[in-house]
């Protein structure tokens, strides 16, 4: 199931407004663009009785939803015109301390467009409703992004999104209003 609630879109736009304030090409944020509506195509690989379940799941039930990134990496690869994007699908759940998933990579070993995406990701899942709990308030999001800078997160993109949360929140809440 990919989500019909926008939750890839304002991925999508979270990293390339990150990608903006960091100075990126076009090319990048189109790159970017993608990247985010595609992080998630994996899902459809995971069956939705596990994706819409509403109680905590089993070890087992989380060990296939870490599936999604390799399933979506493997769907992508069939085309070369996704060769851009494989990174950031396959490399979206990667932490910076090397404790992520499928890869285990570490810092800078993570692709750079894959750890923009991994912040967006990161945020928009925190400030969502989901169906086992109500959107995290702005000031409990970014203790923990900050809390999160080097192990979760890579701390420059870490640092730059917390500047635009604090500093530009008007497009963070242009952005969240697009989608609902």
Do not use: W
Not at 73 to 87: C, G, N, Q
Not at 156 to 175: G, H, R
């Amino acid at each position: 199931m990919l989500t019909p609630d926008g939750h890839s879109d304002r991925v999508s736009e979270y990293s390339v407004l990150i990608g903006k304030h960091l100075g990126l090409s076009e090319e990048d944020l189109k790159t970017l663009r993608i990247g985010g509506l595609f992080h998630d195509i994996g899902k459809i690989g995971v069956p939705d009785s596990i994706l819409l379940k509403t109680e905590k799941l089993t070890d087992d039930e989380y060990s296939e939803i870490k599936n999604h990134p390799t399933i979506g990496a493997h769907i992508l690869s069939t085309a070369t015109i996704f060769k851009d994007l494989i990174p950031i699908v396959k490399h979206h759940h990667e932490k910076y301390d090397g404790t992520g998933y499928p890869s285990k990579l570490k810092g800078n070993d993570i692709p750079f467009f894959a750890r923009i995406v991994a912040v967006s990701d990161t945020f928009d899942a925190m400030t969502s409703k989901r169906t086992y709990r109500d959107a995290l308030p702005l000031d409990v999001v970014i203790s923990e992004i900050t809390r999160c800078k080097g192990t979760q997160f890579d701390p420059e993109i870490a640092d730059v999104f917390l500047d635009i949360l604090k500093n530009n929140y008007d497009e963070i809440k242009e952005i969240q209003t697009k989608y609902i």
